[in-house]
């Protein structure tokens, strides 16, 4: 019996994963993982590009001036856990589970993303002149991830992201900013009435920060959270702390930018506030968006994220889509199963080719 064309693809991605799981990629040291993208690429007949361990290929520039789409997954994984009851690098196929690290996060998009690309990158009738990117370095928000590759690629109108949403789509997404604070004070002895105890400034600092509400609520992501989660003072129990360190974790919504926030944050505290970074911003795209509204015609329900992905530093719009189940990533014997890669194959040819049917 012939198979449809998303019976190939989720066939291809299937092939594929079992060889990514079993090529360990650990963030920061994915070479292995992109050598097998770049070598799948190549032996169907692409021309990929690399740099680092970011690898890229783009459907053929025919001048018409159609807006670009980013299909976009990770190639790196988390650590394995001891929690691990099965061999994490070992694929193993169970009641139509397929388990091995990375296989949900974020391998199963990856997969069908790239035998989606290769199945279509023929077709100059499409809306869209598609680039397939598997970045590197996402569960570390590092520098040599896709903020690297940026400026290599056409630039991107809109970007379609492979994590797994239960190919729901995510149209917005919770930012990231971690911030150092540090009340000063002035040491003096317990004892005495002496010295100025930087501790309470923190104290004080941190009822101001529970207390206080940010104006602008999202109707997808809800209120910006912002959490003290770390506090350090003192060198001993008689000496008055001159300084107190404490760690405030801010989850943004897309109706702030990082910088805004911490201009707000910084103007409510006396302490001294230091963000570690403002590029984990929060991500959107309207839902009005062709591509959004395409996906509720084939009755996937919108919805906002509270995790963090390569969006935060993509700077167009991007939603995320994508086989699998978030709650599975990172857990001890992650899995995908064969039914959701079928399916998201299905469904992104059904959203990047209207006139596609199996």
Request: hydrophobic share 40%; net charge negative.
């Amino acid at each position: 019996m012939t198979k449809t064309l998303s019976q190939q693809i989720a066939h291809h991605a299937q092939q594929l994963l079992r060889q990514l799981i079993a090529t360990p990629s650990v963030s920061r040291d994915e070479g292995a993982a992109a050598d097998l993208i770049e070598h799948t690429l190549r032996q169907a007949g692409a021309q990929p590009q690399r740099h680092l361990h970011n690898v890229w290929c783009c459907q053929p520039d025919t001048g018409d001036g159609r807006p670009v789409l980013l299909l976009n997954a990770h190639i790196d994984t988390v650590r394995p856990t001891d929690a691990w009851t099965l061999p994490p690098f070992t694929p193993t196929e169970r009641d139509g589970r397929l388990y091995g690290l990375g296989s949900n996060d974020c391998g199963g998009g990856l997969t069908v993303l790239l035998y989606t690309f290769l199945a279509l990158r023929e077709n100059a009738s499409l809306p869209y002149r598609l680039v397939f990117l598997a970045s590197a370095e996402e569960e570390v928000s590092g520098a040599n991830g896709i903020s690297s590759v940026i400026d290599h690629l056409p630039r991107p109108d809109v970007a379609l992201v492979g994590e797994p949403t239960g190919m729901q789509p995510a149209i917005a997404e919770k930012g990231l900013m971690v911030l150092d604070c540090e009340a000063v004070g002035r040491a003096g002895h317990a004892a005495r009435n002496e010295g100025v105890n930087a501790l309470y400034k923190a104290m004080d600092d941190i009822a101001l920060l529970r207390q206080h509400t940010f104006g602008k609520v999202s109707p997808l992501l809800g209120p910006v959270k912002a959490t003290v989660t770390m506090m350090e003072a003192g060198t001993q129990h008689n000496v008055v702390p001159a300084s107190c360190r404490f760690v405030v974790d801010v989850r943004s919504n897309e109706c702030y930018s990082n910088a805004e926030l911490l201009a707000e944050i910084s103007g409510l505290l006396q302490s001294h506030v230091k963000a570690r970074s403002t590029r984990l911003n929060s991500s959107r795209i309207h839902p009005d968006h062709p591509l959004v509204q395409r996906a509720i015609a084939l009755g996937r329900v919108p919805y906002g994220s509270p995790t963090l992905s390569d969006q935060a530093l993509m700077p167009w719009p991007s939603f995320k889509m994508g086989p699998g189940d978030s709650a599975r990533s990172h857990t001890a014997d992650e899995y995908i199963t064969l039914a959701e890669l079928h399916e998201a194959a299905a469904l992104y040819l059904a959203m990047l080719c209207p006139d596609y049917g199996d």
